[in-house]
């Protein structure tokens, strides 16, 4: 299944348009892929359409937007906050997985255009840089990503990310190039976004989790106490949570939540 509607440029301040699919009516959703392209990402949220407006961005790398030799974070920020300012009253973003560290990063660039902020197993890193086994399973990505020779790290990764090869191995092209640029990659322990930014400034800001991995769920919840976030825990769908059953009733509460305290501080 992928996301209905239409589709535009948008400009970007560094290189090429990014491509951008737009769908729905209603309060703007800004939906932020991970390693994966997005119609797989996000194939799950596309019954929110009938009530949000759902903006979805091919992260740069990502056909049909311009190629990149490498996933990077920070352009990926560049990117968002470009988008963002081009839409007015500006946007509920949401991001997963890598795609979650640009997010992030925009958020705090631009906190009065960021009405709420949900990130699903975003790996921050940063945000538990003192809990052993959180750095552990960032050693693990860091190994993965190294070497495609590193058999064990390349089975615990997989693993982690509840991919399958032989499952991959049917899959098209879109998949198979966005396989390429898994190890092709900026850090994520180089990414410090200015927690206290979006602190500071009130975003209400909700962190998923899908109870499948102890590592992660002790990094999202070091995530959720910098952010002074909502926690979320939906089992059943592993590393990719959006697909879990529950998921986009929690996601359009806390949406709909953050839509009326946003109406309610205009009044004020």
């Known amino acids: 299944m992928t996301l209905r509607g239409t589709s535009d440029p948008m400009g970007t301040p560094s290189s090429a348009p990014l491509f951008v699919q737009r769908s729905g009516t209603g309060p703007s959703v800004v939906l932020v892929h991970g390693g994966l392209p997005p119609n797989i990402t996000w194939s799950s949220q596309q019954e929110l359409e009938t009530r ?25 920020a560049d990117d ?24 992030c990063i925009a958020a705090e660039r631009m906190p009065e255009r960021v009405r709420s902020l949900t990130l699903i197993e975003v790996p921050l890193w940063v945000a538990a840089e003192d809990d052993e086994v959180v750095m552990e399973l960032a050693g693990l ?12 790290a390349e089975s615990e ?32 322990r180089e990414a410090q976004p200015r927690f206290e930014v979006i602190t500071e400034a009130g975003t209400p800001t909700l962190v998923f989790s899908g109870d499948h991995n102890p590592a992660l769920e002790r990094l999202c919840d070091a995530l959720a106490a910098r952010l002074d976030a909502q926690r979320a825990c939906l089992p059943g769908a592993g590393h990719a949570v959006q697909h879990a059953p529950g998921f986009n009733a929690m996601l359009e509460t806390f949406l ?10 205009r009044s004020d």
């Open 157 to 188: 990764f997989f693993a982690l990310a509840g991919v399958d090869r032989d499952m991959l191995a049917g899959e098209d092209d879109g998949v198979r190039h966005a396989m390429g640029l898994w190890r092709e990659l900026r850090s994520p």
């Open 80 to 103: 968002l906050v470009e988008l963002i300012a081009q839409e007015p009253g500006g946007v509920h973003l949401v991001g997963f997985s890598y795609g979650g560290l640009g997010a």
């Open 141 to 152: 990505a860091d190994r993965f990503a190294a070497s495609a020779d590193d058999a064990q």
């Open 256 to 265: 709909t939540t953050a839509e009326r305290s946003r109406g309610e501080a």
């Open 52 to 76: 949000w407006t759902l903006i979805v961005p091919s992260r740069r790398g990502y056909p049909p937007s311009p190629p990149a030799s490498l996933q990077d974070f920070l352009a990926d």
